[in-house]
Nanobody
Framework: QVQLVESGGGLVQAGGSLRLSCAASRSSIFRLSTMTWYRQAPGKQRESVASISIGDTTNYADSVKGRFTISRDNAKNTVYLQMDSLTPEDTAVYSC?????????WGQGTQVTVSS
């Protein structure tokens, strides 16, 4: 079992930036997992925003390419999502998830609200 705890959400004006963090409670699982940030806006389906593999290969949704950057720090068991040039369309609950041979786990989510 592993716990994922997100932080860094909040209210920001359009054009601003936020950095989300997701800390895992077990390094043995974190280091063997692909980490993914998801988001879900009210009335919409959850979507994958960005992912980073064990080997640091990254993938991004088209809607965030060039604005968001995912990274991981294995020494801190933490994955980050740097979000720049935010727009109101980025407003959602952002959650992190780990996926690997030792199982799949989800965090509780953090709210990001972008005002116009």
């Amino acid at each position: 079992q592993v716990q994922l705890v997100e932080s860094g959400g909040g209210l920001v004006q359009a054009g601003g930036s936020l950095r989300l963090s997701c800390a895992a409670s077990r390094s043995s699982i974190f280091r063997l997992s692909t980490m993914t940030w998801y988001r879900q806006a009210p009335g919409k389906q959850r979507e994958s925003v960005a992912s980073i593999s064990i080997g640091d290969t990254t993938n991004y949704a088209d809607s965030v390419k060039g604005r968001f950057t995912i990274s991981r720090d294995n020494a801190k068991n933490t994955v980050y999502l740097q979000m720049d040039s935010l727009t109101p369309e980025d407003t959602a609950v952002y959650s992190c998830a780990s996926s690997g041979l030792l199982g799949d786990y989800w965090g509780q989510g953090t709210q990001v609200t972008v005002s116009s």
